[in-house]
């Protein structure tokens, strides 16, 4: 049996440009709906996309129509801006069925989407967090980051891919990084820093329930030390299972999503940060650690639990993988020769038109101006 799966995606997100293999692989036709031009609709595991106008209200009409005309086995959207356009329309009947999480609970939305709502539901729920405040003004916050003390991690409820977190190694500084943050209403979560090694799981959850996942760290960030990573180092810690089945409960998500976590390498303890409610950008990365999500994906549509690999194996460990093309953009701009040579290997040969989306992209975005005009001279020649 052929499963219809309707893949959202509203911005031009690097990390989801991969996913339809996945989906492809599960044994699902996909329908993508997203705006004119954005990498993904390159990949030739979309079997059907459905254009539409960029702005987020424009998109959701859109996909309330779409929902109406044709039945999908599950929807996903691809991206935190898009989902929080959509949940908007929460408790509302045609978000019925297929929503990640309950919609008309307002509780299980805001848990998924703010990251002060997180903490303070992991906080309740007994899982392992960093110490927080959720402060309202600058001056609730100076307090907080003083009791708290420095380095604190500063972050506006709302945001993806790193965007709305800084780390603030004082109070000098502090101002000047709350008022970037600030997203009109004063509020702000700030965060203990812990020391460790920042890393994340890419998980598939039924209905809370964590069915599958991979852990990595993040070798390398670019273009900030907050943004999402170009390098993955393979890892399994124990504290993972328990942390990754302490957030599905308390969110009930059902689908692809990403944990955020930070690894105490001298206490030995791993510290849940964050919750990414979408796919996140390494899935493709089961082929490393043996993880099969295509096959657990296509277990759960068929209402059956797959036998396979729920996590890696210790023999998966230490294995770094440069992420393409996130690592490819970054050895060009940085003059990386050992990235620029190593990130091939996860490259998507299989999919020649994407890669010829990615590589192009190198030329319009991340090559200095010089380089530019000379390519463009020999062209014309």
């Known amino acids: 049996m052929e499963f219809d799966v309707l893949l959202v995606v509203g911005i031009d997100a690097v990390g989801i440009a991969r996913f339809p293999r996945l989906l492809h692989d599960a044994g699902c036709r996909v329908t993508l709906l997203a705006p004119h031009g954005l990498a993904v609709a390159r990949s030739r595991f979309v079997t059907r996309h ?9 998109l959701t009409g859109r996909l309330r129509t779409l929902l109406t005309e044709r039945h999908f086995h599950h929807v996903i959207v691809g991206d935190e801006p898009t989902l929080t356009v959509i949940a908007r329309h929460r408790g509302e009947a045609w978000l019925d069925g297929w929503f990640p999480v309950e919609h008309r609970s307002s509780d299980a939305v805001e848990v998924i989407l703010s990251k002060s709502a997180f903490q303070r539901a992991a906080g309740a729920a007994g899982l392992t967090i960093p110490k927080f405040e959720v402060c309202t003004g600058l001056a609730e916050v100076k307090a907080a980051a003083r009791v708290l003390g ?12 790193g965007s709305g977190v800084r780390k603030v190694a004082g109070e000098a500084e502090l101002e000047a990084v709350f008022h970037l943050l600030d997203e009109g209403n004063g509020v702000m979560l700030v965060q203990q820093f812990v020391d460790g090694q920042v890393g994340s799981s890419d998980v598939l959850f039924d209905r809370g329930v964590p069915v599958c996942w991979h852990s990595w760290y993040s070798r390398l960030c670019w273009p900030r030390p907050m943004a999402s990573s170009c390098a993955r180092e393979a890892m399994v810690h124990r504290d993972i299972g328990p942390m990754l089945a302490g957030v599905g409960a308390l969110s009930g998500f059902r689908g692809f999503a990403g944990v955020d976590w930070i690894h105490d390498v001298e206490r030995n303890r791993v510290y849940l940060i964050e919750f990414n409610p979408r796919p996140t950008p390494t899935y493709h990365l089961d082929v490393h650690s043996g993880v099969r999500f295509a096959d657990a994906f296509r277990a759960m549509l068929a209402g059956t639990r797959g036998a396979g690999c729920r996590e890696p194996s210790a023999a998966a460990c230490g294995r770094v993988i440069h992420l393409f093309p996130q690592s490819l953009y970054r050895a060009v701009s940085e003059r990386d020769l050992d990235s620029l040579l190593r990130c091939w290997s996860d490259a998507p040969w299989s999919d020649p038109v994407l890669m010829a989306a990615h590589l192009r992209r190198v030329f319009t975005h991340f090559l200095p101006m010089r380089w530019r005009r000379a390519v463009k001279r020999l ?3």
């Open 150 to 161: 420095y380095p604190v991690m500063l972050k506006s409820p709302y945001g993806s891919s």
């Open 379 to 381: 062209l014309c020649r």
């Open 50 to 58: 459905v254009v539409t106008a960029a702005e987020p209200e424009a």
